[in-house]
C-alpha cells in the first residue's frame, strides 16, 4: 500500500473515483476529497513528499482547504424549494 501512494496517476485515479462518485450520491462531500486528491497529483508527480504518513497528511489539509473554498463559493445556493406566491397569469 505504501508503494501505491508514491504514484501520481494513483492519486489521479481516487480523484476521477471521487468526482463520479460526486456525481450519484447528491451529498457535496466528495468533490472536495477529489479536489485534494487532484492536487496530491501534482504533489507526487513533483516528488516533494516521501513519508506515507506525510502524504495521507498532506491530502487531509488539502481536501479540508478545497472543502471549504466550495462552501464558501456555494454557499449562497440553496436546494429547498421555491414557493410560489403570485400567479403570472392572475390580474
Avoid at 471521487?18 to 487532484?38: K, N, Q, R, T
Wanted: net charge positive; glycine share 6%.
Amino acid at each position: 500500500m505504501e508503494g501505491l501512494l508514491h504514484i501520481w496517476w494513483v492519486w489521479l485515479s481516487a480523484a476521477l473515483v471521487l468526482a463520479l462518485v460526486e456525481l450519484m450520491v447528491p451529498a457535496s462531500v466528495f468533490l472536495g476529497f477529489a479536489l485534494g486528491a487532484l492536487a496530491m497529483a501534482g504533489v507526487v508527480a513533483i516528488g516533494l513528499i516521501t513519508k506515507p504518513s506525510v502524504l495521507l497528511a498532506v491530502f487531509a489539509a488539502l481536501s479540508l482547504v478545497a472543502w471549504i473554498v466550495l462552501k464558501r463559493v456555494f454557499r449562497n445556493q440553496t436546494t429547498a424549494a421555491r414557493i410560489v406566491t403570485h400567479d403570472i397569469n392572475e390580474n
